[in-house]
């Protein structure tokens, strides 16, 4: 039978650029927030985290910033670099459990 | 380096025909994971072990099962492969007193 491939959102960005990616998450208990990059064929490489007493955290070229009122999490990435191509998942925890987001494919073009 | 293995990177496997994948790790770490990963899809827990004490997912099928000999391995059985098993299988490990999951390289699951 005919099958149909799941798309993930998309953001296009020029080198140097900011990019911003978005979460939304519908857990209220989890207490931690974690942010993976995962590059086509590899396992999701850690980025930064934040806890939920927490509402913005930053390393280096990135910051994550929590919403916990409109349950919002997004990853500022800065002067975005064509190494930065990959699909970013954000996760919530719960427990031991690690719930992930549908993920973002984010696009980097000289 | 510490870190997590997975073998083999590449499984391809018959419809019906046992397989079992491997994830080792020198982090020492209490807890080892087992995810799921299917295309353009988030990972999907399938279960977790800590220490010894295994626990599963609630919807994860009976199909999947998983050993850990030891803190370094833990190995992923599927007893029945279906075409819907066609995957990426992720294997991560955490201490249990800190958050962060260090994922290994994944093995690509196909069922033919």
């Known amino acids: 039978g005919e099958s149909v491939g799941l798309h993930l959102p998309t953001l296009s960005v020029q080198e140097g650029d900011n990019s911003i990616i978005n979460c939304a998450y519908s857990n209220s208990a989890s207490d931690y927030f974690i942010w993976y990059k995962q590059e086509s064929g590899k396992g999701p490489q850690f980025i930064i985290d934040i806890r939920s007493n927490m509402d913005k955290r930053q390393g280096q070229r990135v910051t994550v910033l929590l919403n916990k009122t409109v349950k919002h999490l997004s990853l500022q990435i800065a002067a975005t670099q064509p190494g930065d191509s990959a699909v970013y998942f954000c996760?919530?925890?719960?427990?031991?459990?690690?719930?992930f987001g549908k993920g973002t494919s984010l696009l980097v073009t000289p | 380096d510490a870190m997590v293995i997975q073998n083999p990177r590449y499984q391809v496997t018959q419809f019906g025909k046992p397989v079992t994948l491997s994830c080792s790790q020198t982090?020492?770490?209490?807890?080892m994971y087992w995810y799921q990963q299917k295309s353009s899809q988030a990972p999907k827990l399938l279960f977790h072990?800590?220490?010894?004490?295994?626990?599963n997912e609630a919807d994860t099928p009976d199909n999947f099962q998983s050993r850990r000999p030891n803190t370094s391995f833990c190995f992923l059985d599927i007893r029945s492969p279906g075409l819907g098993d066609a995957a990426m299988y992720l294997c991560?490990?955490?201490?249990?007193?800190?958050?962060?999951?260090?994922f290994g390289p994944g093995t690509r699951l196909t069922v033919l």
């Open positions: 982090l020492n770490h209490n807890v």
């Open positions: 996760a919530g925890r719960s427990g031991y459990a690690l719930n």
């Open positions: 991560a490990t955490s201490r249990v007193a800190y958050n962060e999951q260090f």
């Open positions: 072990y800590y220490d010894k004490d295994f626990n």
